[in-house]
């Protein structure tokens, strides 16, 4: 059985957190980028890696961003499925500091009262990708991403 591929997108005004991921829940690459080179990167994502399944976090640009899928060239080629962002910001920090933990000064700090010196939105990502896994999962008879 070859690997199958979904790209999870946590859409901002400004810049969006991308994911590509394996569907057993491996992150292959995380990428934060500006709200114009997104959807170009999902493009050749889905050209690269046979992309099926496209993750929106449900927050800010959510349906603008699925809009703009449907009138790109992923339209008709991939699903588009609509995830609970609801603390997803919370446990990206968390899951940022752990894969970079603070150092110094900063160490003394509780991680709760830090945020990341640079932006994670493809952390906020990876966090949605893992919870439509989990969701399918938890499905029986679910289709496959």
Known sequence: MSREFLAA???????????LMSTDGGVVE????????ALALLVQWTETYGVRTVVLGDGTGSKEFAREIEKSPLAGRVRVC????????LAARER???EHPP??????????????????????????????????????????P
């Open 30 to 37: 995380r990428r934060v980028a500006p709200r114009r080179e």
């Open 96 to 98: 940022y500091f752990e």
């Open 103 to 144: 150092r110094g000064w900063r160490r003394l700090l509780p991680r709760s009262l830090q945020v990341p010196p640079v932006p994670y939105d493809d952390f906020v990502a990876a966090i949605l990708g893992e919870r439509f896994l989990a969701q399918r999962a938890a499905e029986p008879g679910a289709p496959d």
């Open 9 to 19: 997108v946590d859409p901002g005004r400004e810049k969006c957190g991308l994911a």
């Open 82 to 89: 609509v995830v609970d962002e609801r603390l997803s910001t």
